[in-house]
């Protein structure tokens, strides 16, 4: 008689799946926020890729206009395509919405029209840098130039008069209304920036228009507000800051807090 011998199989016991369930919770737990980490650096070196483009189109803007700056919007004299009636430094559709504000159209919502070129877009090449990767699908651009304007007359410039009508970004040397009511700026020149490497030109931002003077406002010097409405406005793209151009063309990231009042004026001298 021929016997055959049984190999046993042995199984798991559930306490063995628990742990080994445990295990790979544990393991999740710490790997997700690592890989969600790296997605998100990825994100910022693109941004910062993005940026370093709009310092390079500025700067050739420069150079074919007499060394004076892009305005923030300007009026569209001898539009002959039907555009809303402002153009502004950078390119998207401002006729999805009407004038609101002092400003045509809406950058945060669709285009729902040809986008109107910008002062620079003709030293773009790649549409896609408008795109930060972290941004809404349905916006056109995520992108603030610095619109300190000498018009503004907030609780700092009340507090210290010497800056009133003194404090102006690199686009917003003068600021008037055209007669259809829009709000328009002119440029400064190149050589009124004191120190471009300290001076602010754009940063990531949301708003409907590609522009921002949201620091304006307070009284404040050496720190902005801790105030989560202007934390979160700075913020809103990327974890604890935001990448930036500066006025000599280079590009950083910069956290809220490192800001300082005289980065976003083209003067210095007037902080005494």
Avoid at 127 to 139: F, G, L, V, Y
Wanted: proline share 7%.
């Amino acid at each position: 008689m021929t016997y055959i011998r049984r190999v046993g199989v042995s199984a798991f016991t559930l306490i063995e799946l628990l742990v080994v369930i445990a295990i790979i919770a544990i393991l999740a737990a710490i790997l997700f926020p690592v890989f969600a980490e790296a997605k998100n650096s990825a994100k910022i070196i693109v941004c910062v890729s993005n940026q370093k483009q709009y310092g390079l189109a500025l700067t050739m803007y420069l150079g074919d206009n007499d060394d004076v700056w892009a305005p923030c919007m300007a009026p569209d004299i001898g539009n002959t395509e039907g555009w809303a009636p402002q153009r502004p430094w950078i390119g998207y559709d401002n006729a999805n919405v009407g004038l609101n504000g002092g400003y045509y159209g809406d950058g945060s919502k669709p285009a729902t029209h040809k986008p109107r070129p910008g002062a620079i877009d003709p030293y773009i090449k790649n549409e896609a840098i408008k795109r930060c990767p972290s941004m809404p699908q349905d916006w056109q651009v995520a992108v603030a130039y610095a619109a300190f304007n000498p018009v503004f007359d907030g609780a700092y410039a009340q507090r210290h008069p010497q800056v009133r009508g003194n404090e102006f970004g690199p686009g917003a040397k003068v600021f008037y209304n055209d007669r259809n009511g829009a709000q328009n700026f002119t440029g400064a020149a190149q050589t009124e920036i004191e120190e471009p490497a300290y001076t602010l030109a754009t940063w990531e931002h949301f708003s409907r228009v590609p522009l921002c003077q949201f620091l304006q406002g307070p009284d404040w010097f050496d720190s902005p507000p801790n105030d989560s409405t202007y934390i979160n406005h700075f913020n809103f793209l990327h974890r604890k800051g935001a990448t930036t151009v500066w006025a000599d063309g280079h590009a950083r990231r910069i956290g809220y807090f490192q800001l300082k009042r005289p980065m976003f004026s083209c003067r210095k001298d007037i902080y005494l």
